[in-house]
């Protein structure tokens, strides 16, 4: 069974940092996406930042292409977040996710929701102006 965890969610002033993880357990074999969404309050979840563990590539949304820097950790398989800069839009509850090892095209629907199997529960990140 895959479980993801996050953690490092909090509340900062605009301008500040946070560095969000995800602890992966239950497989670690093949290549895959690993990948960032979020989700504000009325809004529909949005991909933010996608590692492909294979080649660790990375690929960004352009809103946050400078100041978000997504990583791995493989022996601790966990994923990172880290994001300076920070925006009041940028606040949203924060979601790590992965696929499932296949062929693909690097980043064709990488920010698709529906291509996800595994979902963590989740961390909150409040952006104060």
């Known amino acids: 069974q895959v479980q993801l965890v996050e953690s490092g969610g909090g509340s900062v002033q605009a301008g500040g940092s946070l560095r969000l993880s995800c602890a992966a357990s239950?497989?670690?074999?093949?290549?895959?996406?690993m990948t960032w969404f979020r989700q504000a309050p009325g809004k529909e979840r949005e991909g933010v930042a996608v590692?492909?563990?294979?080649?660790?590539?990375?690929y960004y949304r352009d809103s946050v292409k400078g100041r978000f820097t997504v990583s791995q950790d493989s022996p601790k398989n966990t994923l990172y977040l880290q994001m300076n800069s920070l925006k009041p839009e940028d606040a949203a509850t924060y979601y790590c996710?992965?696929?499932?090892?296949?062929?693909?095209?690097?980043?064709?629907?990488?920010?698709?929701?529906?291509?996800?199997?595994?979902w963590g529960q989740g961390t909150q990140v409040t952006v104060s102006s």
């Open positions: 590692i492909y563990t294979g080649s660790g590539r990375t």
């Open positions: 239950g497989y670690t074999y093949g290549n895959y996406y």
């Open positions: 996710a992965a696929d499932q090892p296949g062929p693909r095209t690097l980043w064709i629907g990488a920010f698709d929701v529906s291509r996800y199997k595994y």
